[in-house]
């Protein structure tokens, strides 16, 4: 590999210019359904158009703005929990439990992590009712079991299969008809469930799964985080599913993110406490466990955030961001060990690329690309047995061919070299205790035990690691911790509140500790790769922003770091910047 590209000799290339002014007016004029301004999900939020310089002065100030940002959700969550849409997902899970009828949680990107959770504690709840262990493949051998036949009720679309859960699959979420495949594969029939979740509620594969859902007869929620009005004036996509009478639509609405576009921090975190509250009074229902009248789902989050927002908190998760900080800084690696809640550790740590542009999960196999930064692994068990554990099932995989691209009118890039998403793939990422001195061969390295309010123990933490403890402090386990962040944490039969705990933890940490190392500018997450219509419309915004140019001059910029970075590319160059970066580097000369 040669050394960095340079990319301020881009102006001299009138070939590239040309090329990229082309771009830039075709994707204006033609994809004007992916030009996302003006949804609230896309804007910055005043809370925190400060966050990038508060951040590197005060750790725990910065680290604040970011939870300050959750505050707004619990007046909006009281509000929805009191719809009659709630009404009616609450029975649909309690009809499908007593039922026997299919539950499927459809998304993508960060709602398909999230569709794979909310499957997981779906069966979670019923495995804890027949006594066994996570993932216990031995206990498919007798369907005897009331609990174990309903704890396979529940499954999980996210575009690109589970191996997208690993790295986003480039362009599918563009597509409603790899959604609607998805949907097929499952064979999902009528009167079963389909909650689809998109943070925006635009996006056209998890559409895609509402408008096949629809074709079969199945019962479909659609949750998002827009004003169902703005949504509906402006995308016929959106129009056709929420005007859609047979659809009840969970209008999740709060505000802009923290980071601005980053729906993995508010929209999903609401997504989370809506749609798992429901399943928990539906399942609760089901088998006749009266919810108390008390419980008010919107005033126990309020004192979670409280709770998170408190002097001693703030310090544990300071602490734990500027050790992550000094690793990353010193081109060192760092390793999450956990048993429980490995895949919301796993979830945050993958999206992480994308919204950072950092190397994403590297295969067992894979020699050439570059070591992802972080990465999360069970260190008890072998990494078939430990994908099982996590998913609380074996992984799905795509085992889509070229026909079936081509009966899905998908794009010549894709038809003329399918992606690889089996099963087989999945397996090539060891996520067990199998040794990787790959991880290790660098300036530092640390690994990081995970214990989750008593979910787990210190047990099996290397010399070379620490330990951090989230919870309830009577769960904190005997031994030395290092960081901890004490909360108090409700009882939930599907662990509704670690599940929410460990997200906002991990979202406001990782977050934090990239705003504190210069990846962020304001709240704009300028290290952005533009793989997909919607981002390379987000990255236009920002660099239009952040440049006070037109929109038109932004998206032409954008286009000519892309190009750029092509041509890099073929001549063996490669590039860790951003094309957003490179335009605000190139810029700024």
Not at 84 to 107: I, S
Not at 395 to 405: E, I, S, T, V
Request: glycine share 6%.
């Amino acid at each position: 590999m040669k050394n960095q590209p340079d990319y301020n000799y881009l102006t001299t290339d009138n070939r590239l210019l040309q090329e990229a002014e082309k771009r830039a007016e075709t994707f204006i004029r033609d994809e004007e359904q992916f030009q996302l301004g003006f949804i609230p999900t896309e804007q910055s939020h005043p809370y925190t158009n400060q966050l990038s310089s508060v951040i590197q002065e005060d750790t725990k100030a910065g680290l604040k703005l970011l939870l300050d940002v959750d505050r707004d959700i619990p007046s909006v969550a009281r509000r929805i929990f009191l719809s009659e849409p709630y009404e009616e997902l609450c029975k649909a899970f309690e009809d499908a439990a007593v039922h026997k009828r299919r539950v499927c949680f459809t998304g993508c990107g960060s709602t398909g992590r999230l569709s794979m959770m909310l499957e997981e504690m779906w069966r979670q709840f019923w495995e804890d009712r027949a006594g066994v262990e996570s993932g216990d493949a031995s206990r498919r051998s007798d369907d005897s079991d009331e609990n174990l036949v309903c704890a396979d009720l529940a499954c999980s679309i996210m575009t690109g299969g589970d191996r997208a859960l690993i790295r986003a699959v480039e362009n599918f979420e563009d597509y409603e008809a790899f959604g609607a495949r998805q949907v097929q594969d499952l064979n999902l029939a009528e009167d079963d469930l389909i909650i689809a979740i998109s943070e925006g509620g635009e996006t056209s594969s998890v559409l895609g799964t509402v408008f096949e859902g629809r074709k079969r007869g199945c019962r479909v929620f659609l949750a998002f985080n827009n004003p169902a009005s703005v949504m509906t004036s402006r995308l016929e996509r959106c129009r056709r599913a929420i005007n859609d009478e047979q659809v009840t639509v969970l209008d999740l609405y709060t505000g802009s993110m923290s980071l601005s576009g980053s729906t993995r921090m508010q929209a999903t975190t609401m997504e989370m406490l809506v749609i798992a509250a429901a399943m928990e009074c539906g399942l609760k229902q089901s088998v006749g466990i009266e919810t108390p009248e008390n419980t008010d789902y919107a005033n126990l989050f309020a004192a979670l955030i409280r709770d998170l927002s408190s002097d001693s908190a703030l310090e544990g998760m300071a602490a734990w961001a500027e050790e992550e900080q000094n690793v990353y800084e010193q081109g060192g690696r760092l390793t999450y060990l956990a048993g429980p809640y490995l895949l919301d550790i796993f979830s945050d740590t993958t999206e992480r690329s994308p919204t950072f542009m950092l190397p994403p999960f590297r295969a067992c196999d894979d020699s050439t690309s570059a070591i992802s930064w972080a990465f999360a692994r069970d260190p008890d068990h072998e990494a078939e047995e430990a994908w099982v554990r996590m998913l609380r099932r074996s992984p799905r995989g795509l085992n889509w061919l070229r026909k079936d691209y081509m009966e899905m009118d998908a794009p010549l890039n894709v038809t003329d070299n399918p992606p690889v998403l089996d099963s087989s793939e999945i397996a090539r990422y060891l996520i067990g205790h199998e040794e990787d001195p790959r991880r290790r061969d660098c300036s530092i390295f640390l690994n990081l035990k995970i214990c989750v309010d008593g979910a787990s123990s210190l047990a099996g933490v290397p010399e070379d690691g620490k330990t951090i403890f989230l919870g309830s402090p009577g769960n904190k386990p005997d031994g030395m911790i290092d960081f901890s962040v004490f909360l108090n944490l409700p009882e939930s039969p599907i662990s509704l509140w670690q599940h929410l705990a460990v997200k906002l933890i991990f979202n406001t940490v990782s977050t934090g500790t990239m705003a504190m190392m210069g990846r962020i500018r304001g709240n704009w997450m300028i290290q952005l790769d533009p793989t997909n219509k919607k981002l390379i419309d987000r990255g236009s915004r920002i660099i239009s922003q952040l440049l006070d140019i037109s929109y038109k001059e932004a998206c032409t910029e954008l286009y000519l770091s892309l190009l750029a970075r092509e041509k890099f590319q073929a001549e063996g160059m490669h590039t860790i910047l951003s094309p957003v970066e490179a335009v605000l580097k190139r810029r700024s000369k």
